[in-house]
């Protein structure tokens, strides 16, 4: 038997600087947690012009399907393509990473997996501040 899904299914970690945010998903994502996701974005938006992003997945339960269809989403999704330096995904389902390499050549995002057991790693790559020509981003 495992143990009980969090609830809140998501919830905001801490980080060490106001221009990268991370979030961890434990459980069934309800449309209000995700548009609460999408809030604390737009408004990292208005302080960075870009920001990176860590998402770690300890235990996927799906999502509400609204979720897909919903304004907020729609718009969020097209922000953070704007506005979307790194993305890490850390952990998730079987799929996450096969996912992320076929959808990651679509946008103008440097999006990668990482297994739980490489979270570190997610970390320093998030937190780096050079392109990917290994320029600076001051």
Do not use: C
Not at 10 to 32: N, S, W
Not at 61 to 88: C, N, P, Q
Not at 122 to 134: F, I, L, S
């Amino acid at each position: 038997m495992t143990s009980e899904l969090r609830h809140p299914a998501l919830t905001q970690l801490e980080t060490e600087r106001d221009d990268v945010y991370a979030f961890e998903i434990d459980g069934h994502l309800t449309t209000e947690e995700v548009e609460k996701v999408y809030q604390v974005l737009e408004k990292a938006y208005e302080k960075h012009d870009k920001i990176s992003l860590l998402m770690r997945i300890g235990r996927y339960d799906g999502f509400d399907w609204e979720t897909l269809l919903s304004d907020t989403a729609y718009v969020g999704k097209v922000h953070a393509i704007r506005h979307m330096k790194r993305y890490a995904i850390v952990g998730g389902p079987s799929w996450a990473a096969g996912a992320t390499r076929f959808f990651s050549p679509l946008f103008r995002l440097d999006v990668r997996h990482f297994e739980l057991d490489n979270e570190t790693e997610a970390w320093k790559w998030v937190y780096d501040d050079t392109d990917d020509n290994g320029a600076s981003a001051d």
